[in-house]
């Protein structure tokens, strides 16, 4: 019991002598940390509104942000511990150390935020833009420091990892996809009327950009068909609905006017030996 006695008693000494040793320490590194908390805030609230005042893109906007806002906590935490006489030394070591370790362990996921930077920096591409690269196309919907997201006609959501993109070939057709069509005529039907046809059917779809204009004109000779091309640009989000629209067009077009369009024929000659 006695034993016991003294232990609390030791422990109590021990609580005291801190608290009239480090009293004031502990109440200031308090103060510094709360204050410090609101000047984060406050840095971040006013990066932000300094990046978007000069127009610069939200995501590397929040970045910036976020970044000012840790470097700030940082510090104070830094000068939080000064108060209580600890050397930063040895924790500045250790978080060198471990920073090593990880970077090496996460080099692949450091390389898409490096990526997701240089093209939030260049721009090659903004958020509504249709872009084509390996192999993919879709709608841009979002674009992350990790990866930049697009979305098909079909509703599918496409994730792209962004060191897949930079260095990589882009194609940028903005918000339209180009349509390369073609339709085989008779030899003995006149292709002017056939172009006009066609003319006539995509300036009826209002979906048909206008800028850049459909070109349209005979793309060449097949052996029972005169083929006329014709190319357009539609919206990507409705691309396939709205070119079987125009090819269903154009073949009424045709047919209300009485152009044919041949079925493939071969010309056989048959010689008797003599």
Not at 144 to 169: C, F, M, Q, W
Request: glycine share 8%; aromatic share 10%.
């Amino acid at each position: 019991m006695e034993q016991e006695l003294e232990t609390v008693a030791r422990l109590y000494r021990l609580i005291t002598e801190f608290f009239v040793n480090y009293s004031f320490q502990v109440i200031g590194a308090i103060i510094i940390f709360l204050l410090g908390l609101i000047v984060a805030r406050w840095m971040n609230n006013l990066t932000l509104r300094i990046c978007q005042r000069n127009q610069i893109d939200i995501t590397l906007s929040m970045f910036i942000a976020n970044c000012v806002r840790l470097l700030v906590i940082a510090m104070v935490l830094v000068i939080c511990l000064g108060k209580f006489g600890i050397s930063i030394a040895p924790f500045v070591a250790a978080i060198g150390a471990v920073s090593l370790s990880v970077g090496l362990a996460l080099q692949g996921v450091f390389s898409n935020y490096g990526a997701g930077f240089t093209i939030v920096l260049t721009r090659p591409f903004v958020i509504g833009n249709t872009i084509s690269i390996n192999g993919l196309t879709g709608v841009v919907d979002e674009i992350r420091l990790a990866y930049t997201v697009l979305s098909s006609e079909d509703g599918e959501r496409i994730t792209i990892p962004n060191k897949h993109i930079v260095g990589e070939v882009i194609t940028n057709s903005f918000q339209y996809k180009v349509v390369e069509a073609s339709i085989g005529i008779s030899y003995s039907a006149d292709p002017q009327l056939a172009i006009e046809l066609v003319r006539q059917v995509l300036a009826n779809t209002p979906e048909v950009a206008s800028e850049p204009l459909p070109q349209i004109g005979i793309e060449g000779f097949g052996d029972s068909s005169v083929n006329i091309g014709y190319r357009y640009w539609l919206p990507t989000q409705r691309y396939f609905e709205l070119q079987y629209q125009v090819n269903g067009a154009v073949y009424q077009a045709f047919r209300g006017q009485g152009v044919e369009i041949p079925f493939p024929q071969r010309e056989v000659t048959l010689k008797q030996a003599g």
